[in-house]
């Protein structure tokens, strides 16, 4: 999933936020464009939202932060992405200034998407897919399944592909069996994500509960693909359950903009950093208040399970663990906890 040079890469930005807080670099930003979306979702209800869009000027000013380099990935998502009306002009911006772009779709739009990935060339092109097709209606609101499936088999040797599921309360394990399936028969990454409450997508449901041994009995064996995937579907139950604390610090090197230019300090809670309709980027990342915000929170907060966060602490904290013993890793890090079984290794479930 991710190559040397990212996990480095992302360990020296990790490094420096933390000791030059006034200078901060990103290796993640996710910019929602817009809240149009031509998806009726459960777990999702931004298409009941009013339409809002960062205008193409406002992220063309984005994109000259100091805190953001050649490195730094940057996400276009909505909504629908697609459904933005500057889409062209954003696309065409990013494959002349910041090739390290990516672009997340629901896949409905095929002919759409097929000019705007041949003609701009995102670095990686994320499809959502969160079930089989009876269930698909049932979840989404609309009958795309086969619209999907055909901008798999159209794109995948265009670009990168990763399918993104997200376990909910409206799917199950056997949809998640099925999106494997989808992925080993095209032959395309796989990125797993668990529902969580979000203010900006407005979800409503409660979060998933679980018995810990039925959870883990209903892991799909062919997972496949990524440690990580299953690390983090194996430590949900225990963080559910109070079992489970690691510091978040993904707030340091990982940035969302809203499309009405909010920018949170993280995706699960409340807190707004500032807006980039009123400061830069820059001066709401170095600002001495965000610095209080982020230090705070990444140490007192254990409040959510969200991937694009939560990766990043597991990932962090598998490789350092190769190389020191969990208590000289406290000492710098913080305390954190897993269960007992934190050992056991990705090839144990595929035995």
Same mark, same amino acid.
């Given at each position: 999933m991710y190559s040397i040079m990212d996990y480095a890469y992302n360990g020296i930005t990790f490094v420096n936020n933390i000791l030059r807080k006034q200078h901060k670099k990103l290796t993640n930003l996710m910019i929602y464009s817009t809240s149009r979306c031509n998806s009726k979702c459960k777990h999702c209800n931004i298409w009941q939202k009013p339409s809002e869009d960062l205008t193409f000027e406002e992220i063309k000013n984005i994109m000259q932060s100091d805190? $953001?380099?050649?490195?730094?990935?940057?996400?276009?998502e909505g909504g629908e992405f697609l459904l933005h009306p500057q889409y062209e002009q954003i696309l065409d911006f990013f494959h002349t200034t910041h090739p390290n772009y990516t672009l997340l779709s629901n896949g409905l739009q095929t002919e759409k998407l097929t000019r705007a990935v041949t003609q701009y060339h995102p670095k990686r092109l994320y499809l959502s897919l969160d079930e089989e097709k009876e269930t698909y209606k049932y979840m989404r609101g609309i009958d795309g399944y086969d619209r999907v499936i055909r901008t798999i088999e159209t794109?995948?040797?265009?670009?990168?592909? !990763?399918? =993104?599921f997200c376990l909910s309360p409206f799917n199950s394990f056997e949809d998640m069996q099925h999106v494997i399936d989808i992925a080993l028969k095209y032959n395309v990454d796989l990125? $797993?994500? $668990? @529902?969580?409450? =979000? !203010?900006?997508? +407005?979800?409503? %449901?409660?979060?998933? %509960?679980?018995?810990?041994?039925? #959870?883990?009995? %209903?892991i799909p064996k062919n997972i496949h693909l990524t440690a990580e995937n299953y690390d983090f579907l194996r430590l949900y139950c225990d963080w559910k359950q109070g079992n489970l604390r690691l510091n978040c610090h993904s707030i340091y090197s990982q940035a969302v903009i809203h499309s009405n230019g909010d920018v949170p300090l993280c995706q699960n809670l409340g807190v707004m950093l500032g807006n980039i309709r009123k400061n830069s980027l820059d001066e709401i990342l170095n600002s001495s208040e965000t610095t209080r915000l982020q230090d705070k929170y /990444?140490? !007192?907060?254990?409040? /959510?399970? $969200?991937? @694009?966060?939560?990766? #990043? +602490?597991i990932i962090l904290l598998r490789n350092i663990e190769r190389f020191f013993p969990k208590k000289i890793i406290e000492k710098i890090y913080g305390t954190y906890y897993w269960n007992s079984d934190r050992q056991l290794k990705y090839k144990d479930i595929i035995k």
């Open positions: 805190c $953001i380099t050649k490195r730094t990935v940057v996400g276009l794109l995948r040797e265009k670009v990168p592909v !990763s399918l =993104m990125r $797993i994500g $668990i @529902y969580a409450t =979000m !203010s900006f997508f +407005d979800t409503k %449901s409660e979060l998933l %509960s679980y018995n810990k041994t039925a #959870f883990l009995q %209903s /990444c140490k !007192s907060c254990n409040g /959510c399970w $969200i991937n @694009y966060h939560r990766k #990043f +602490d």
